[in-house]
């Protein structure tokens, strides 16, 4: 017996068996991604920090040193044995810093202190005669301002947003034309050893954010820019790498408790030198990393069911960050209220 299959039906069963191909194709690709995932972040054990020139004399600079997330860096890389080279504004955190590290750690510190958001050639020449002969591995571009609080894009003071774009992209881009040479330099002198430099960029870098306008867009700015040199710099031996964040407690963010989503500076650094050169939540995206656990899963998550960049996501952005603005410029009367009794207390 034979069972012909009716000319219409044939173009159905073709059109069926292709959907099915890429569900297949789909599903696998999404699996792989997810476990890949999971494997960077449980399975594979942390990055060493030998091939960098730790506990070799090699030195790492970092700037936006004296607090928060860049502290930290300075901190953990000064436990892995690298000496450090702190860059920021305030010279007495930078010193009480630096004694810190070289108490507890034992590796050189030198320090160097500017207001960046000057953009002053000075600033730059600091670092380059700081760092004149030292043996520089690891740069981490980390100094960075985010809008006092949420704003739209019309109302956003034009020396804020000047000092967004200069601290976050022009400063990065400077002070990485004058380390690079620095590292290449070292690293033609000593053949095992291999070049860093890391960037911090922001989830308002993969996803749109309303009201963080220009701050959003300084940080897709950094995720362009440093995959772009991440394919110039691999041949000659520097791992450049994005490290992506959500929120982390800081003077910044102006969180102050951790949650599932929220580490502290310290956790979340942790996690970012233990999986240097790996990708973790950013599967998609080259020489980038979204290290902290719970966030990479946010960002797996988002990327594979509504889109970084969809309309959902963006309203959602929108929705939250209206509501931080109104409750911190309530915040700000309650405050000003608060000192205006005050002040006519003390006339009385
Ligand atoms: N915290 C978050 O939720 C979060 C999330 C994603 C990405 N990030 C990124 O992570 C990086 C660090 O953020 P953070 O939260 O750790 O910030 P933070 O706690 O406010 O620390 C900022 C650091 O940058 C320095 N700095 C600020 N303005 C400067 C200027 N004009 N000149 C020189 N140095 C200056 C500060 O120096 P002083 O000590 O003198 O103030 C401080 O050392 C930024 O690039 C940020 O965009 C943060």
């Known amino acids: 017996m034979s069972f012909t299959i009716p000319t219409d039906n044939k173009a159905l069963v073709g059109a069926a068996v292709a959907a099915l191909l890429v569900g297949v194709f789909k599903i696998t690709f999404t699996s792989l991604s997810f476990f ?17 020139g730790a506990k070799n004399g090699n030195w790492a600079v970092i700037t936006g040193a004296s607090d928060g997330i860049g502290k930290e860096y300075a901190l953990q ?51 380059a005669k700081a760092i004149n002969g030292l043996p520089v591995t690891v740069l981490i571009n980390n100094v960075g301002q985010s809008h006092s609080i949420p704003v739209s894009f019309l109302e956003t003071p034009d020396k804020e947003m000047h000092d967004i774009i200069t601290l976050n992209n022009t400063v990065t881009l400077k002070v990485t034309k004058v380390v690079t040479p620095i590292i290449l ?52 031996r520097i791992d450049v790498e994005l490290m992506l964040s959500y929120l982390v407690t800081s003077a910044m963010s102006k969180v102050r408790r951790t949650s599932l989503l929220i ?20 599967q998609e995206k080259y020489a980038t990393c979204t290290p902290y656990f719970s966030h990479a899963v946010f960002h797996w998550a ?15 952005n929108l929705n939250m960050h209206t ?25 009385a």
């Open 36 to 52: 890949s995932m999971i494997f960077d972040l449980y399975i594979l054990p942390p990055v060493n920090f030998k091939k960098y």
């Open 77 to 127: 890389l000064a436990k892995k044995g690298l000496n450090i080279v702190l860059v920021s504004r305030t010279l007495s955190k930078l010193e009480l810093l630096a004694t810190d590290i070289e108490t507890k750690y034992k590796v050189s510190t030198k320090i160097v202190a500017f207001d960046a958001s000057t953009d002053a050639p000075e600033n730059y020449e600091s670092i």
């Open 185 to 236: 330099e070292t690293l033609e002198k000593d053949k095992k050893l291999r070049g860093l430099i890391l960037s911090m960029g922001s989830f308002s870098g993969i996803f749109p954010s309303p009201l963080l306008a220009t701050y959003s867009g300084s940080k897709f700015f950094l995720q362009g820019w440093s995959a772009a040199l991440a394919g110039e710099l691999k041949p000659k």
């Open 263 to 282: 580490p502290n500076p310290k956790q979340f650094v942790a996690s970012a030198l233990r999986n240097v050169g790996r990708r973790v939540g950013a």
């Open 302 to 316: 988002i990327e594979n069911t509504v889109g970084l960049s969809s309309k959902v996501v963006n309203s959602i």
């Open 323 to 347: 509501s931080i603005r109104t409750r911190a410029l309530r915040k700000a009367k309650r405050i000003a209220a608060a000192e205006a009794e005050k002040a006519a207390g003390k006339q």
